[in-house]
C-alpha cells in the first residue's frame, strides 16, 4: 500500500513528501501519526521544512507547522524550495543561522522587506527572504539573508566590528559593520564574483566579502 506521507530529513532540512491525489485531511492525519511514532528521533533540532508531492496554501502549510510544534520539539526555522542541487547553499545559510549563541537570540523576520520598510533590532537577525532596494536592516549583532540583498544593512550596529552579513546574494545599496561602511561599487563586484552564498566581514579598516562556502 502506498504511504500517503514519507518523511526524511538530515541535519539542516525535513522533507515532506506527500501523496498528490489524498485529501489534505488524510495527508494531516497520516502526519499526526507519522510525527507521534518518530518525535523522540528528531529531539529539539533546528530545522528547514520543504514540501513535496503537493502544493499547500498558507492555511494548509500553517497547519503543518502547528502540528509539528504540537507533537515535536523541531524548531523550524524556515520554509524553503529545498533540493539536492542548492544543499551546499541552504546548508551553510542554516549552520549561520542555528549557530548564534542562545545567550544572544535573534529576531526572525519571515518574508521579505521591501522598499521604505526599515528593520531594527538590538539582537542578531535573520531575514526569510530579500531586503529589497529601498529597504534597511539595522543590528547590533549579525545579520544573515536567506534571500537576496539589495538594500541597505548595517550590523554591528553598537560599534561590533565582529558581526557579519551573510546572504545568498550580495549587491546592497549600502553596507554598513560598526562604523564601517563598504564601497559600494567594491562590494558589489566582489559579489559577482563569488557563487553561492557570500559574507561580508570587517579585516583591518575594511568590509571584504568572501564566499561562505570554501
Not at 525535513?14 to 489534505?24: I, P, T, V
Request: proline residues 2%; hydrophobic residues 40%.
Amino acid at each position: 500500500m502506498k504511504s500517503l506521507v514519507v518523511i526524511k530529513s538530515n541535519k539542516y532540512c525535513l522533507e515532506l513528501h506527500m501523496d498528490a491525489d489524498a485529501s489534505f485531511d488524510k495527508i494531516l492525519e497520516a502526519l499526526h501519526n507519522k510525527f507521534l511514532d518518530s518525535a523522540r528521533f528528531f529531539g529539539n533540532a533546528k530545522m528547514a521544512l520543504a514540501f513535496y508531492g503537493r502544493i499547500l496554501g498558507d492555511e494548509e502549510e500553517q497547519q503543518v507547522l502547528q502540528l509539528i510544534t504540537d507533537l515535536t520539539q523541531i524548531e523550524i526555522i524556515c520554509v524553503l524550495n529545498y533540493s539536492g542541487e542548492n544543499e551546499p547553499y541552504w546548508k551553510s545559510l542554516l549552520e549561520h543561522s542555528t549557530s548564534i549563541p542562545q545567550k544572544q537570540d535573534a529576531q526572525i523576520y519571515r518574508g521579505s522587506l521591501g522598499r521604505h520598510q526599515t528593520l531594527e533590532s538590538t539582537l542578531s537577525v535573520i531575514v526569510l527572504g530579500d531586503v529589497e532596494l529601498g529597504a534597511k536592516v539595522i543590528a547590533d549583532g549579525n545579520v544573515i539573508i536567506v534571500g537576496t540583498l539589495r538594500g541597505a544593512v548595517h550590523a554591528g550596529a553598537s560599534g561590533d566590528l565582529s558581526a557579519y552579513v551573510v546572504a545568498l546574494t550580495m549587491q546592497p545599496k549600502q553596507l554598513k559593520i560598526g562604523e564601517i561602511e563598504a564601497k559600494r561599487q567594491i562590494i558589489y563586484q566582489e559579489g559577482l564574483s563569488i557563487q553561492g552564498p557570500k559574507i561580508a566581514v570587517v579585516d583591518g579598516h575594511r568590509i571584504y566579502v568572501d564566499p561562505l562556502i570554501e
